[in-house]
């Protein structure tokens, strides 16, 4: 499971410390955004959504902000912890398209 | 419990050995997909379904073949596998894909094919 990994940028944070992961979209289109968490030898599990109706969601512990001007989404990770340590990547899709893109992901390893 | 479920997790196989890589899924989903994922790259969609017996290419459906008999059922098959299609695979099931519906993921099947 690790290969997939291994071109991927990295995040270091120490333990505690917040995380901000980042990613531009492609499509301007795009009005439906999800961030998923990709632990080693396992499938993405969704951790948050929004809609381009919105520019910020809250879940526990994450926060998902979209800049829809530059294309940008960024998840943001409070009080990381080791069990947040896996690759995260972002998905986009737009109405009535039966089809998502996901970007490459971020390699968020946390420090002891 | 809801769950993708996909069969073999690994498999390694030789080169136009005919191998079929089963999903299902328990949630009565509408939609569901294949996806590879490579080193480097996002995931990428081979083939997929919006319901039974409706399937669609993807972004990258060469040597890959898939059935939806069955709701619950999509299995996708490597009729002359070839060594540029090890990769990791996911099958994916959503209730439906208008906007804003959630994708959930299967665990994965590493393939290697030498």
């Known amino acids: 499971g690790e290969s997939v990994g291994l071109h991927l940028p990295t995040l270091s944070v120490q333990e505690g410390d917040n995380s901000i992961i980042n990613c531009a979209y492609s499509?301007?289109?795009?009005?439906?955004f999800i961030w998923y968490k990709q632990e080693s030898g396992k499938g993405p599990q969704f951790i948050i959504d929004?809609?381009?109706?919105?520019d910020k969601r809250q879940g526990q512990r994450v926060t998902v902000l979209l800049n829809k001007t530059v294309k940008h989404l960024s998840l943001q990770i409070a009080a990381t912890q080791p069990g947040d340590s896996a690759v995260y990547f972002c998905a986009e899709n737009s109405s009535g398209t039966y089809k998502y893109i996901f970007g490459t992901g971020t390699r968020l390893k946390v420090l002891a | 419990e809801a769950q993708v479920t996909q069969n073999p997790r690994y498999l390694i196989t030789v080169t136009g050995k005919k191998l079929t890589v089963t999903c299902s899924q328990n949630m009565n989903h509408e939609y569901m997909s294949w996806y590879r994922q490579d080193p480097g790259l996002g995931l990428r969609q081979i083939y997929y379904s919006m319901n039974v017996e409706v399937t669609d290419k993807g972004d990258v459906p060469e040597g890959y073949k898939v059935s939806r008999k069955e709701k619950r059922n999509f299995p996708l098959i490597l009729e002359s596998p070839s060594p540029n299609q090890t990769s990791l695979y996911f099958c994916?099931?959503?209730?439906?894909?208008?906007?804003?519906?959630?994708?959930?993921f299967g665990e994965g099947s590493w393939l290697t094919v030498v």
């Open positions: 994916a099931s959503s209730p439906g894909m208008i906007s804003g519906n959630t994708i959930y």
């Open positions: 929004i809609r381009s109706n919105m």
């Open positions: 499509n301007s289109a795009s009005d439906y």
